[in-house]
T-cell receptor
Framework: DAGITQSPRHKVTETGTPVTLRCHQT?????MYWYRQDPGHGLRLIHY???????DKGEVSDGYSVSRSKTEDFLLTLESATSSQTSVYFC????????????FGQGTRLTVV | KQEVTQIPAALSVPEGENLVLNCSFT??????LQWFRQDPGKGLTSLLL?????REQTSGRLNASLDKSSGRSTLYIAASQPGDSATYLC?????????????????FGKGTKLSVIP
């Protein structure tokens, strides 16, 4: 298994509170991604990173921000959580823009009440 | 915008049967296509990656084919087993040179939930 660790694995938070999810990789892959998975929508890209301090928006980026200060860590922040952000969040990694095979973490189940 | 469709949404087969899962995509200018397996409450496990220049890839009892011109891929599972029960997802990647937020990301289908009955 690819060395990807997501934390926390489960979290319940209240509407309006900030939340940060962490993805840590031990593979030294250049690209990292955050996806959310919802019934009826499948997996959708939130943000991705193509290097330290280099990030870009995905399909559903509103309400989310990301940071990558080290190759191995990619953080996803919900500045003010809303109930619509209740979802399962997955981190993924890939080597570079040529070798794009993606490997996924185990996911974080976030519930906003 | 690239759209990926997987039909059927659910499939139930008896153990030992050979089966085919289907994936179609609307934009044939893909960089590659990847098949994943997802067990309940778990992450995605990469099964096979097919580059746009390839026609098929094989791994054990799994064989994936790709027909870019028709926008279709199939995942063939031979001699199915109860342990194959899971949701199977296909995803395509557009070439990095495409502009916009849709570039260089995986676009997923909604998956086919497979149940193999002992």
């Amino acid at each position: 298994d690819a060395g990807i660790t997501q934390s926390p694995r489960h979290k319940v938070t209240e509407t309006g509170t900030p939340v940060t999810l962490r993805c840590h990789q031990t593979e030294n892959h250049r690209y990292m991604y955050w996806y959310r998975q919802d019934p009826g929508h499948g997996l959708r890209l939130i943000h991705y990173s193509y290097g330290v301090k280099d990030t870009d928006k995905g399909e559903v980026s509103d309400g989310y921000s990301v940071s990558r200060s080290k190759t191995e860590d990619f953080l996803l922040t919900l500045e003010s959580a809303t109930s619509s952000q209740t979802s399962v969040y997955f981190c993924a990694i890939s080597i570079d823009r040529v070798n794009t095979e993606a490997f996924f973490g185990q996911g974080t189940r976030l519930t906003v009440v | 915008k690239q759209e990926v469709t997987q039909i059927p949404a659910a499939l139930s087969v008896p153990e030992g049967e050979n089966l085919v899962l289907n994936c179609s995509f609307t934009d044939s200018a893909i960089y590659n296509l990847q098949w994943f397996r997802q067990d309940p409450g778990k992450g995605l496990t990469s099964l096979l990656l097919i580059q746009s220049s390839q026609r098929e890839q094989t791994s054990g009892r799994l064989n994936a084919s790709l027909d870019k011109s028709s926008g279709r891929s199939t995942l063939y599972i031979a001699a199915s087993q109860p342990g194959d029960s899971a949701t199977y997802l296909c995803a395509v990647t557009l070439p990095w040179a495409y502009s916009g937020a849709g570039s260089y990301q995986l676009t997923f289908g909604k998956g086919t939930k497979l149940s193999v009955i002992p």
